[in-house]
C-alpha cells in the first residue's frame, strides 16, 4: 500500500542515490520549485547522489542550460539523463536511417548535435517526408494543437512503413498553469494507427540504463538504494516499477486534480486514481519537499 509521507527527509536515509523527475517535480516550466530545491540540497549534504531523470527530447548538456535558465541550482544536482540522450544515440547508430522528417519546433534541434558517444555515427539529414526514410520526433509543432492534426503525415508514412523515433514518450506537460502535448501523443497516436514508434525516455528500460551508467561514474549503488521521484504515473512510477525499484509519486502535478491535491493528496482520491492506473507507488507526497 502506498504510504503518504510528510518530506523527502521521512525516508531519505533509505536511499543513497535518487532519480528525480524536472518538468512537475522540480520545476514547472518556468520556474523552479525552492521547496523541491532544499529537498535535494538537503539530500546531498548527507552524502545521497542526485541524478535528475528526464524525458527532455534534449541532450545533458541542452537541459542544464534550461534549468540554469530557470534558477535551480547545481548544487541539488549531480548528474543528468535524458530521454534525448538515449534517443540520440540511436538516431546516430541509423535506427530509423540517414534521411528523416523532423517533427518539433527550432529550440530541439540541439538534438541533431554532434554526438561523440556512438563510433562511426551515421550521416542525419532533414528532409521533407516524401524523402525521409524515418521519422524524428521531439514533440509536436504546435504544442496546444490536436496531435490528431498530424494524422495526414502519419498516416502517409505509415503507408511507406516509416518508423517514427519518439524522443519524449510523455503525453502531456503543464507549463505553469497550461497543459501542453508532447511528442509521446503523437507516437501514441502513430501505433494506434498502425505505425511503429520507438521510444526511449520512461518508462522504457533504454533510459534508465543510461542514468544507472551516469550514475555509477559517481557512485557504485544497487537498485535496491535508488529511489525514483516523479509526478508521472505512467512514465516515472511505471519506469520505477519496471525496473524494480522504489518510488515517490507527486500528486501535485499532473493528477493534481484526480489525487485532489492541494498540500498533500486526499487519501481515499489517491487510492481511487492509483487503483484505475494499477500502480503502486512506494510512497506519495503533495510535491516534493
Known amino acids: ?27 514547472n516550466g518556468r520556474e523552479a520549485f525552492p521547496d523541491a530545491v532544499a529537498a535535494l540540497q538537503r539530500y546531498k549534504a548527507t552524502g545521497g547522489t542526485v541524478v ?24 541539488c544536482w549531480d548528474t543528468i539523463a535524458t530521454s534525448g540522450d538515449s534517443a540520440r544515440a540511436a538516431m546516430f547508430r541509423g535506427v530509423v536511417g540517414e534521411k528523416v522528417f523532423f517533427i518539433g519546433i527550432d529550440f530541439d534541434l540541439t538534438f541533431f548535435d554532434p554526438i561523440k558517444i556512438v563510433e562511426d555515427p551515421v550521416d542525419i539529414t532533414r528532409v521533407p517526408l ?21 494524422r495526414p503525415q502519419l ?3 505509415k503507408q511507406k512503413g516509416l518508423k517514427l523515433l519518439c524522443a519524449n514518450p510523455d503525453i502531456v506537460v503543464d ?6 502535448y508532447c511528442a509521446g501523443a503523437i507516437a501514441q497516436l502513430y ?3 498502425g505505425g511503429e514508434s520507438l521510444y526511449f525516455g ?7 540504463d543510461l542514468a544507472r551508467r551516469r550514475l555509477a561514474q559517481i557512485a557504485d549503488v544497487p537498485d535496491s538504494a535508488i529511489l525514483c521521484i516523479g509526478d508521472g504515473i505512467a512514465t516515472d512510477i511505471r519506469g520505477a516499477l519496471g525496473e524494480d525499484m522504489d518510488s515517490l509519486f507527486i500528486s501535485g502535478g499532473l ?16 487510492a481511487k486514481y492509483l487503483n484505475r492506473e494499477m500502480a503502486s507507488p512506494t510512497f506519495a507526497i503533495g510535491q516534493l519537499r
Open 1 to 27: 500500500m502506498t504510504q503518504i509521507i510528510e518530506s523527502l527527509d521521512d525516508i531519505s536515509s533509505r536511499y543513497k542515490a535518487l532519480f528525480v523527475d524536472l518538468w512537475g517535480c522540480l520545476h
Open 52 to 75: 535528475l531523470l528526464t524525458n527532455a527530447p534534449r541532450h545533458r548538456g541542452a537541459v542544464a542550460d534550461q534549468l540554469a535558465s530557470l534558477d535551480v541550482p547545481e548544487d
Open 130 to 150: 516524401e524523402e525521409a526514410e524515418g521519422i524524428v520526433c521531439t514533440g509536436p509543432f504546435d504544442a496546444h494543437a490536436d496531435p490528431a492534426d498530424l
Open 155 to 157: 498516416l502517409y508514412a
Open 175 to 180: 507549463r505553469g498553469e497550461t497543459r501542453e
Open 191 to 193: 501505433t494506434e494507427m
Open 202 to 208: 520512461k518508462p522504457h528500460p533504454p533510459i534508465y
Open 255 to 270: 493528477a493534481a486534480a484526480e489525487t485532489q491535491t492541494t498540500r498533500q493528496p486526499d487519501p481515499d482520491a489517491l
